[in-house]
Structures are given as C-alpha cells and as structure tokens.
C-alpha cells in the first residue's frame, strides 16, 4: 500500500491514482471502510523472506474468523508498545482465519521495522485495526503489475485474484538483489514465465519501454515501489488513458500548497464545539485540542487513518489517499494535512 519517510508508517498504505471510469468499479470492489475497531491477534509465525524482510502470520487467539479483504488492504499494526504502522495484507484472501503482512526493516525509520524484527515472537499479542482499501484491483481485460523491493507486497494478492478469474497479467519485479526480492520464489512456483524477475546487479533498472510503449487501453497498470520507479513509471504511461495507471507509494508526495492560506472555523458536530484553525495549525491537531479523539497514524496525508465525514463545507483536499470522484464529493476528509476552501468547515465529530 511504504516504508515511509518519517512521521508515515512502514510500508504502503493505499495511495492510489485513479481514473473516472472505475468509480463504480471501485465501490463494488472495496471493503467497507470504517473499520477503526481495533482487535487483538496473535503471531503465529515468524519468518524470514528476504534479506531484511520478515512475514508475520496473524490470527485470532481464540480461533475466531477475521474480517474479509479485498486485493490491496492494508491493516493497522499496534504494536504491544503503542506505535501504529500500516502494512498491506499479502497472503490468500480465501483464508478466512488468518492475516499475512511482510516487514521490511528500515534502518532510517521510526523504529516500528526494527521492534517487529527484534522483538516480536511467535505467541506475542498485537492490536490490528481495518483491513481498509484505497488500491482496489479493479475489473480490467489484461493487468500488469509493477513492483520494485516490498512494493511486491499488495500485488500478490492482485496476482492471485488475476489468477482466479482467468485474466492476462504479467508482473515486473525489480529489487536490488535476488537476495533482497521478497517471495521471489513463491513467485516463480506459482506463476513461472509470467513473474518476470528482474535484480537490479543482475538485469539493471526494469525494462518499462518494452512493456510500456504502446498504450493499451484495455490494461490496467499496478506499480508500487520507490519514488524513482513511480516517477519512471508514470513518465512511461503519459500517453495512456488517465484511468490506466494506479500507483502506490512508499513516502507521502510534496504537498500542494493551501487553497487559502487564512484561519477557518471547524464546527465540531456532534459535541457542538466550534474551534478555529489557524494557518500553521493543521485541523486534525485543532480538532484534539478541542476533545475530539480522531485516530491516526501517519500524519502526512497517506494512510486514511484519519478519514473523517464532512457535513458541511468544502474541504481542500491535499493527501495522497482520496481518489479524485472521492474528492469530488466533498464528504470526508483526511484532517491531518486537508484544509477549508471556505471559511467553515462542520466534522462529523
């Protein structure tokens, strides 16, 4: 869904691109969104994947059924001493009792990576909120996945679903070493020519003229990875159709910059609180300070953590979550880097 920079969580959170003629697609594909429950799993396995990668396999203590997925989920990972990371779910959506993430160790982060690597164990207890899904696989004749290092992660599901339904898909996975490719194995057992893989100090940088330089309007285009590889990526597709190409990204784009730079009234609506949002403040930090308990995680607009109902007003959206028919209808927000184009703002909070 990325380790991100700091203040963002670990690994990818749903950042997608999306285009208009996949609205409908997109809301019979996602899973219900307001899962901010939290409920307590257990680790049932531990294992290494890759060079600094591990998987977690988590299930419920008591044996009980976990809540359904979609491709592309991501969950929130409590861990036992309180930081919140995200992580995209990576194993069989078809298991009903138990959760796959993979965790790439991140030597600059915030020490979430590192607590996971060092500390957690088979029969430790974590919290894990959602799933939520902001990268839906939508329906599409041919796919073509493009993942460099973890970014492998919210594909092998996608890969999987292509499978089931019988779609053409190829994967391009790119890593620096074959060492470093997380389930490149898996991949290559399962899918064999199709899972094309490709280490950087063997192969080079991933070929994307060859698969990119014919637009094809029949294809979806799935890439998550690094800033580079989305960078090289998106430059490859300028000539696609908009729709074509969904991205998900490690670490939280340049912000845009506020459609007013001028305080604005936030009305809290269900204590009936007003507060004011002064123009170095963001709304989610004002919104606390006036009571209101928001959960949240990244605070750079990547996460959706802190998707909140708009009643009345126009928000100006700056994440990096929203897709672009969910901006339009004006009815939530992430308040922790989206402001007001107006002068209030009413929170279903």
């Known amino acids: 869904m990325p380790s991100r920079a700091s203040p963002g969580p670990e690994h990818p959170a749903c950042i997608p691109q999306t285009g208009g003629d996949d609205v409908v697609a997109d809301s019979l594909l996602r899973v219900p969104q307001p899962a901010l429950s939290r409920v307590t799993l257990e680790i049932r396995a531990k294992d290494t994947v890759a060079d600094g990668v591990v998987s977690l396999t988590l299930a419920h203590p008591d044996g009980a059924r976990l809540p359904d997925w979609t491709p ?7 861990l036992p001493e309180g930081t919140t990371r995200q992580y995209s779910l990576c194993g069989d959506r078809w298991d009903a009792y138990t959760y796959r993430i993979a965790v ?9 990576s590192a607590y996971v690597h060092d500390r957690l164990a088979p029969g430790d207890l974590v919290g894990v909120g959602g799933p939520r899904n902001h990268f839906p696989l939508v329906p599409a004749d041919r796919y073509l996945f493009i993942a460099g290092g973890i970014g492998i992660t919210p594909l092998l599901p996608m890969i999987h679903q292509a499978e089931l339904i019988g779609a053409d898909w190829q994967l391009l996975y790119g890593g620096r070493s074959r060492a470093s490719m997380a389930f490149r194995e898996e991949l290559s057992a399962a899918h064999g020519a199709r899972a094309h893989i490709s280490p950087q100090d063997e192969c080079g940088l991933l ?5 990119l330089d014919a637009p094809d309007p029949a294809t979806k285009v799935y890439c998550c990875g690094p800033a580079p590889l989305l960078a090289a990526v998106e430059q490859a597709c ?3 159709p908009s729709y074509s190409l969904r991205t998900e ?10 459609v007013h730079q001028t305080a604005f009234e936030v009305e809290l609506r269900r204590t009936g609180r007003t ?22 995680s990244c605070e750079q607009g990547t996460c959706g953590t802190c998707l909140t109902p708009v009643l009345e007003g126009t928000p100006d959206h700056r994440d990096s979550v929203l897709a672009d028919h969910e901006r339009a209808a004006n009815d939530c927000m992430l308040p922790c880097v989206s402001r007001s184009r107006g002068d209030r703002l009413v929170l279903d909070l």
């Open 207 to 211: 070929d994307l003229a060859r698969w």
């Open 275 to 296: 507060v004011m949002v002064m123009p170095d403040t963001s709304v989610l930090h004002a919104v606390r300070q006036a009571g209101a308990d928001v959960l949240s």
């Open 249 to 258: 990204r490690f670490n939280a784009g340049a912000l845009p910059e506020p």
């Open 238 to 240: 300028a000539a696609w």
């Open 104 to 112: 790439l160790r991140e030597p600059a982060g915030r020490g979430g």
């Open 72 to 78: 592309g989920s991501h969950i929130d990972l409590v």
